[in-house]
């Protein structure tokens, strides 16, 4: 690759999957760099135990509150010092497919800031994810399906443009904090969507998702920012999103995961 590339990873008690992504991150990254938001498990040890990784935690404003938009900040602002030309940014249990190596060899584009991509959701374990497409009661529209025309994507590799003040909305305390997340709002050239490579969501796999605690504990974090709508109705939305009695799922395919 043509380029330094820093990888950028928000954290908080995830023990249970960074090891597997930076097993993966660290065979193409220059730099990793780790932005803990107060974790109390073994997160810390296992991303020291790494060479490439650096390790940065965030003082929160208001512990009660999530922060996104001030997490994602933080860490943009973090990466000016790392000196990258390129930066892939990823929460902590998204994992990127090996073709990334092969894109990121070839990604001299110049009219190109950003690159979407795809986001593949696990379901169960990492032989199936989900595709099924369904209107709640809401009258929201939900897509799981990855590869249709509409998909859930990302914007997490960008190139790093040093002289310029990246900028997120602040005012957002939990989710998109811009329209190109996690890329920053203020990007400048063309953002393509791209099927070279893609992200594969770990989430779901979680036994705090399985569980309910990681619905319960955002529903508290966006109802401690805006008490207007209570935590049942929050977990309600939530719970008519995900849940569906005709989820529909198809097999992953092998080339989508790292080898050992």
């Given amino acids: 690759m043509k380029g330094k590339l820093v990888t950028a990873i928000t954290t908080k008690n995830e ?12 065979k193409f990254s ?10 109390t498990d073994s997160t810390e040890e296992i991303c020291r135990s790494y060479e490439k990784v650096s390790w940065s935690v965030r003082i929160k404003d208001n512990p009660g509150n999530r922060e996104e938009a001030k997490q994602r900040q933080g860490l943009i602002n973090l990466l000016k010092k790392y000196e990258p030309n390129y930066v892939l940014l990823l929460d902590a249990d ?6 990334i ?18 986001m593949i959701n696990l379901w169960f374990n990492e032989k199936i994810f989900r595709v099924d497409q369904f209107t709640t009661k809401y009258g929201t529209s939900v897509n799981w399906n990855p590869f249709s025309k509409k998909p859930w994507f990302k914007c ?3 190139k790093f ?3 310029r003040e990246y900028y997120y909305d602040l005012s957002v305390d939990a989710g998109g904090c811009s329209s190109n997340h996690p890329a920053p709002e203020n990007l400048k050239g063309e953002i393509e969507l791209i099927n070279d490579f893609y992200l594969i969501h770990y989430g779901w796999l979680s036994d705090k998702t399985k569980t309910g605690s990681k619905s319960i504990e955002m529903a508290e974090f966006r109802t401690n920012s805006d008490p207007s709508v209570p935590v049942r109705t929050r ?12 989820s529909t799922f198809m097999p992953c395919q092998p080339e989508w995961f790292w080898s050992s």
């Avoid at 190596?101 to 795809?118: A, D, M, Q, T, Y």
């Avoid at 977990?235 to 005709?246: E, I």
Wanted: aromatic share 8%; proline share 6%; glycine share 2%.
């Fill in 15 to 26: 023990d249970w999957i960074i090891q597997k992504t930076l097993d993966a991150v660290c």
């Fill in 30 to 39: 220059d730099e990793v760099v780790i932005y803990d938001d107060g974790s």
């Fill in 94 to 99: 998204e994992i990127p497919t090996p073709s």
């Fill in 101 to 118: 190596i092969p894109f990121l060899n070839n990604i001299e584009r110049n009219s190109v800031e950003s690159w979407k991509v795809r």
């Fill in 156 to 158: 997490p590799l960008m």
């Fill in 161 to 163: 443009d040093l002289s």
């Fill in 235 to 246: 977990l309600d939305w939530h719970s008519v999103h995900t849940v569906d009695t005709k």
